[in-house]
C-alpha cells in the first residue's frame, strides 16, 4: 500500500522520542488518550464546569474515575481547579490554554470518529463475521 505524500509528512513532523518508552510525553499522553481523558477536556470547552455537571455530562463516568482523571489533567497543566472560598466550598474546572491548544486536536479527534462511526461499524461487523465459525 502506498503512503501519501501528506501522510509522510505529518509522520515526519512527530517529535524524534515519541516512540521511546522514556518519553516524558507517554504518561500525559495515556491520560488524555485513555477511556475517558478525551471527554473530561472536551467537556470543557463550552467553559468552566463543577464536578457535579462533568460527572452529569459524561455518561458512564464513576465520581471516583472522574476525580482521578480530573486529578491528573490538573496536574499536567491542562485543567485549572478553582476552589471559591463558600460553605461549602465551590470547586470548578476549566482548560488552561495549553488545555484550550490540545481541546481543539481532541475535537478534531472526536468529530473523526463521529464521522466514521458507520464504517467503522460495518468493519466490525464484516470481522466478527468472517472470524465466527460456520454454523
Known amino acids: ?45 463550552p467553559g468552566p464546569m463543577r464536578f457535579s455537571g462533568l460527572h452529569q455530562h459524561i455518561d458512564g463516568i464513576s465520581q471516583k474515575m472522574l476525580s482521578q482523571y480530573l486529578k491528573s489533567v490538573v496536574r499536567y497543566g491542562l485543567v485549572e481547579r478553582l476552589v471559591e472560598p463558600t460553605v461549602p466550598p465551590q470547586v470548578t474546572y476549566s482548560l488552561t490554554p495549553l488545555g484550550q491548544s490540545l481541546a481543539q486536536q481532541l475535537c478534531a ?11 467503522l461499524e460495518a468493519a466490525q461487523q464484516r470481522y466478527d463475521a468472517a472470524d465466527s465459525p460456520a454454523r
Open 109 to 119: 479527534l472526536l468529530s473523526w470518529f463521529s464521522a466514521n462511526t458507520p464504517a
Open 1 to 45: 500500500m502506498a503512503v501519501s505524500e501528506q501522510f509522510k509528512d505529518v509522520f515526519a513532523q512527530l517529535p524524534a522520542g515519541s516512540f521511546d518508552k522514556d518519553c516524558p510525553t507517554r504518561p500525559v499522553m495515556a491520560q488524555v488518550t485513555g477511556r475517558w481523558g478525551a471527554l473530561i477536556i472536551a467537556a470543557l470547552v
